[in-house]
């Protein structure tokens, strides 16, 4: 009953985040759906690693080994510029989650040891290695999910209470200018197809204005190749790139 009486509760908070946040610059989001899908697509693919097959042993590992690098990162990021900007004008909101912050470096730390410790071992060992690591990781993940899901809610109201749109872009270009160009193209790898189509089209429209023509190029021939193709059509139509032949909108 009091478990019932906390989700309803939960529910409503959500909602009442969401609603706060309509029309307003949200920091987490997108950044957030490129990390759910790339946790959960690596965990689907840790299931289903074959433990006698040295190759794809090996193509796990490396997997992992990028999510974790991008996971390490995205706290750096969050505790260099989204924190700090709510501790300065909403004292004590992040202190829980920072603790937390400490805690997901530390299980990225004992993933990375799972992970390495894959490397030479015999069909046997790794089968019980590799499902050791799968629940680690479900974990990791299901803490990950509970994380954001604070993060988008308590931190992005008190972002919105304490900045203006302008404050919270400034704070956003403040953050992307510490991001090495490769990390950004792994992003754009995992959020683009998981973006809905108009939060695309703002992004693209966004950095054609800002992206030197070749760097955008490179990341609309990556859109091409990911999307969907009704997905495409809707992205081509919005930046106003040639028709896709054949596709009724509805
Ligand atoms: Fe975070």
């Known amino acids: 009953m009091q478990s019932n009486t906390h989700e309803l ?6 909602a009442q985040a969401v609603e706060a946040g309509t029309g307003r610059v949200n920091l987490y989001a997108g950044i957030h759906k490129a990390l759910r899908a790339f946790m959960a697509d690596t965990l689907l693919a840790v299931g289903r690693t074959d433990p006698a097959d040295a190759q794809e042993v090996a193509a796990t590992r490396e997997r992992l080994g990028t999510l974790l690098d991008l996971c390490a990162a995205h706290v750096r990021h969050e505790d260099g510029f989204v924190h700090p900007a709510i501790e300065a004008r909403s004292p004590g909101v992040v202190e829980g989650v920072a603790d937390e912050h ?56 008190a ?41 695309r089209l703002e992004l693209l429209g966004g950095m054609r204005q800002g992206a030197p023509a070749p760097v955008f190029q490179v990341v609309l021939d990556g859109a091409r190749a990911q999307l969907a193709e009704r997905d495409w059509a809707k992205l081509a139509r919005g930046l106003g790139l040639a028709p896709v032949d054949g596709l009724v909108m509805a």
């Open 102 to 157: 400490a805690g997901h470096l530390a299980q990225i730390a004992r993933l990375r040891a799972m992970a390495d410790g894959l490397d030479g071992l015999a069909p046997a060992a790794c089968a019980l290695a590799l499902q050791n690591m799968y629940l680690a990781l479900a974990l990791f993940v299901a803490e990950n999910l509970q994380h954001m899901h604070t993060e988008e809610t308590v931190h992005n109201t």
């Open 9 to 14: 509760a939960q529910v409503a908070a959500t």
């Open 159 to 199: 972002l919105w209470q304490a900045f203006s749109d302008a404050e919270l872009v400034g704070i956003h270009d403040g953050l992307l200018a510490t991001v090495p160009p490769a990390e950004m193209m792994l992003v754009m790898r995992w959020m683009l197809p998981q973006m809905n189509a108009p939060e």
